[in-house]
């Protein structure tokens, strides 16, 4: 079954502790993204990788930190620099043509308390 | 700038109504994708359509439906005889080059 993965599902952590949120993609997509959701609200991008060793912030970097050495998979930490860093996370993938992305296949999300 | 509005926050149907669900995006490019999305109550989100800026004829998939209007910059999305499974969050995107932008989303509940 192709799709995108991640884990784990709930993630409990204490406030000044670095955590690894993990995405893992088998649909051979060159694209990846990292997205926050909190209660109510739409999808804010965090960061996003069009090619392996490559990627770039999206509107709410600061306090996040990603790596791409793999086509298949884009971990994203939350550091104890993210000042409000409980949500809920969400990650994409999508196939690309030149300029241009078609649409996003997400994950099930990551749901991170940080207490 | 770029903007997606859906401005349904909440919308309550009683099961077999037909619904719409109301988009409009702000661009000043002339080539670009948009798209419909469902959230569910278990969180993960469901690709349901994506129309490019150079095709506005109206989608029928089922009971679902699109249209697209370049002239009022809207892609609303209507669900026909609306179900129980139908209740969930929906979020309108847009999209040009590599980033997407979505809308605040409209929490549709389908009352048995």
């Known amino acids: 079954d192709g799709g995108i993965t991640q884990s784990p599902k709930y993630l409990f952590r204490k406030e000044g502790q670095n955590v690894t949120l993990s995405c893992e993609q088998n649909l051979n997509h060159d694209a990846m993204y990292w997205y926050r959701q909190d209660p109510g609200q739409g999808l804010r991008l965090i960061y996003y990788s069009q090619i392996v060793n490559d990627f770039q912030k999206g509107d709410i970097a600061e306090g996040y930190s990603v790596s791409r050495e793999k086509k298949e998979s884009f971990p994203l930490t939350v550091t104890s620099a993210q000042k409000n860093p409980t949500a809920f996370y969400l990650c994409?993938?999508?196939?690309?043509?030149?300029?241009?992305?078609?649409?996003?296949?997400f994950g099930p999300g990551t749901r991170l308390t940080v207490t | 700038a770029q903007k997606v509005t859906q401005a349904q926050t909440e919308i309550s149907v009683v099961e077999k109504e037909d619904v719409t669900l109301d988009c409009v995006y702000e661009?000043?490019?002339?080539?670009?994708?948009l798209f419909w999305y469902k959230q569910p109550p278990s969180g993960e989100l469901v690709f349901l359509i994506r129309?490019?800026?150079?095709?506005?004829q109206n989608e029928i998939s089922g009971r679902y439906s699109w249209n697209f209007q370049k002239s009022t910059s809207s892609f609303n999305f209507t669900i026909t005889a609306s179900q129980v499974v139908d209740s969930a969050v929906y979020f309108c995107a847009w999209n040009t080059g590599n980033q997407f932008y979505f809308g605040t989303g409209t929490s549709l509940t389908v009352i048995p």
């Open positions: 994409a993938s999508s196939m690309t043509s030149g300029h241009y992305s078609y649409e996003q296949y």
């Open positions: 661009t000043r490019d002339t080539t670009y994708y």
């Open positions: 129309r490019n800026s150079f095709d506005e």
